[in-house]
């Protein structure tokens, strides 16, 4: 199956710190979403991407759709502690029809710990 | 607000036994899938559905049927439970406008352990 690459797997940062995570695909998404998973939780959406080269930003979160459109980046200014989970990137395809019907494709994951 | 509720949140069963994960949304939502979660793996789309009477196989279907009857509940079944099958199971749904509005919203998922 389809595979988004999710780069790093972890991090490791101390409190007020700056992280980027990014994801790349060999395949075009027509659109980009980021969540992140608190522990024993369910995905919960950051940010939705819909065109290519959109950049949008939600508080202290900023993210980018690649111009290709195969990939994109997740950055958040001035970590703390709360900010710690699992985030994942996720893309949808549409097809013919101009509908992904909800699917979407992971990234494997970046888990994020902060330290105080 | 309820939004996305699965049932149960633990279970550990035998392998060969079967069971059935419950998965039921409140805000009127078309579509409806099912992800499972291992490490490293992120998460991989089982099977979905576009509406009532509708579904369809995901990346890793085999092992698992479900039906939708209703808008509301989107059952997954395991027939005879597999150690492979070990894993965090999540439920999502999202609403079919024109692809602008496309958040999924996850239950808190189901933790399976098969032995």
């Known amino acids: 199956g389809q595979q988004l690459n999710q780069s790093p797997q972890s991090m490791f940062i101390q409190e007020g710190e700056d992280v980027s995570m990014n994801c790349t695909s060999s395949?075009?998404?027509?659109?980009w979403l980021w969540y992140k998973q608190d522990p024993g939780e369910g995905p919960v959406l950051l940010i939705a991407?819909?065109?290519?080269?959109e950049l949008t930003s939600n508080g202290r979160l900023t993210a980018q759709f690649g111009i290709t459109r195969k990939d994109s980046f997740l950055n958040i200014s001035a970590s703390i502690p709360s900010d710690v989970g699992i985030y994942f990137c996720?893309?949808?395809?549409?097809?013919?029809?101009?509908?992904?019907?909800?699917?979407?494709?992971f990234g494997q994951g970046t888990i994020l710990t902060v330290h105080p | 607000n309820a939004g996305v509720t699965q049932t149960p949140k633990f279970q550990v069963l035998k392998t060969g036994q079967s069971m059935t994960l419950q998965c039921a949304q409140d805000?009127?939502?078309?579509?409806m899938s099912w992800y499972r979660q291992d490490p490293g793996m992120g998460l991989r789309l089982i099977h979905y559905?576009?509406?009532?009477?509708?579904?369809d196989q995901g990346e890793v279907p085999n092992g698992y049927n479900v039906s939708r009857s209703t808008t509301e509940d989107f059952p997954l079944r395991l027939l005879s439970a597999a150690p492979s099958q070990t894993s965090v199971y999540f439920c999502?749904?999202?609403?079919?406008?024109?692809?602008?509005?496309?958040?999924?919203?996850f239950g808190q998922g189901t933790r399976l352990t098969v032995v």
């Open positions: 999502a749904s999202s609403y079919s406008l024109r692809e602008m509005n496309t958040e999924a919203f």
């Open positions: 395949s075009i998404f027509n659109t």
């Open positions: 991407l819909y065109k290519a080269g």
């Open positions: 996720a893309g949808q395809q549409h097809n013919a029809g101009g509908t992904s019907y909800g699917k979407l494709t």
């Open positions: 805000m009127n939502h078309e579509y």
């Open positions: 559905s576009v509406g009532a009477g509708i579904t």
